[in-house]
């Protein structure tokens, strides 16, 4: 599900986008994390 065809459908501020935009949050937070771990490992 995209977040922007729930925001075209419903609208910005309804439940559903909303839901959809924190779970979108915390892919990109969790991907942030795990991408910053790897650039801060050592390098052989």
Do not use: C, F, H
């Not at 075209?8 to 986008?17: D, E, H, Q, R, W």
């Not at 969790?30 to 390098?43: F, G, I, L, V």
């Amino acid at each position: 599900m995209e977040l922007i065809e729930v925001v075209t459908k419903n609208g910005l501020n309804s439940t559903v986008a909303i839901q959809v935009s924190r779970e979108l949050d915390s892919l990109l937070n969790m991907y942030n994390k795990q991408n910053d771990k790897q650039k801060s490992a050592p390098r052989p």
